[in-house]
């Protein structure tokens, strides 16, 4: 089976603070990527990336940054946390191309509080 | 740009019963895929089905099935003989090669009555 792990279910930080989500999977997937999930908004891209040192723009970039080092791990960066991202973090990985349609696995997420 | 529509937030079923759920979507491509996902309280989220927008047979996989009409743009998800373990949070998602990301709508929250 697919598993994607995520570093932590739930994580309180202080605004300001320099807040690091690490997802890892172990399927060999070239595509990985970070969503936001709120209530009445569904789910949110914020970055995905195809390839190892690669990565794209999602649909709310603005606040976060990626990197993707390894193959298997992608991280979440929120230089300086706000309280407006106090939310739910899904990362989710899949085989194949750029285009690929191949479904996408995710983690259990993890909830941020940003006090 | 894409836009899924889940306008129902909220649906209850009996058990054993079959509940449909209604999504929408907005595109200008001819070649697109589409999702549902399942999200079950404290759970990692699921893939439940998928349709290539190029198949006129709808899918199913057991108890779920879709409706897919491509003209009307409606993709709605059959949950037939509804069980406790399908109450969830449901997901229709949208996926083009154009842009290369799933588009997903705000969910539906399915409660099953025992």
């Known amino acids: 089976d697919v598993k994607v792990t995520q570093s932590s279910r739930y994580l309180v930080k202080r605004t300001g603070e320099k807040v690091f989500l690490e997802c890892v999977q172990d399927m060999d997937h070239e595509n990985m990527f970070w969503y936001r999930q709120d209530p009445g908004l569904g789910l949110r891209l914020i970055y995905f990336s195809y390839d190892v040192k690669m990565k794209e723009k999602g649909d709310i970039p603005e606040g976060y940054s990626v990197s993707r080092e390894k193959k298997e791990r992608f991280s979440l960066i929120l230089e300086s946390a706000s309280t407006n991202q106090t939310s739910m973090y899904l990362c989710a990985s899949s085989s194949g191309t750029r285009a690929s349609t191949d479904t996408q696995y995710f983690g259990p997420g993890t909830r941020l509080t940003v006090l | 740009a894409q836009t899924v529509t889940q306008s129902q937030p909220e649906m209850s079923v009996q058990e054993a019963e079959t509940v449909t759920l209604s999504c929408t979507y907005d595109?200008?491509?001819?070649?697109?895929?589409l999702f549902w996902y399942k999200q079950p309280p404290s759970r990692q989220m699921i893939l439940v089905i998928r349709?290539?927008?190029?198949?006129?047979q709808n899918a199913t996989e057991n108890r779920f099935s879709v409706n897919f009409q491509k003209a009307a743009k409606s993709f709605s998800l059959k949950i037939s003989d509804s069980q406790l373990g399908d109450a969830a949070m449901y997901f229709c998602a949208y996926f083009t090669g154009a842009n290369s990301k799933l588009t997903f709508g705000k969910g539906i929250t399915l409660s099953v009555r025992p």
């Open positions: 349709q290539e927008a190029y198949k006129q």
């Open positions: 595109t200008s491509e001819s070649d697109y895929y």
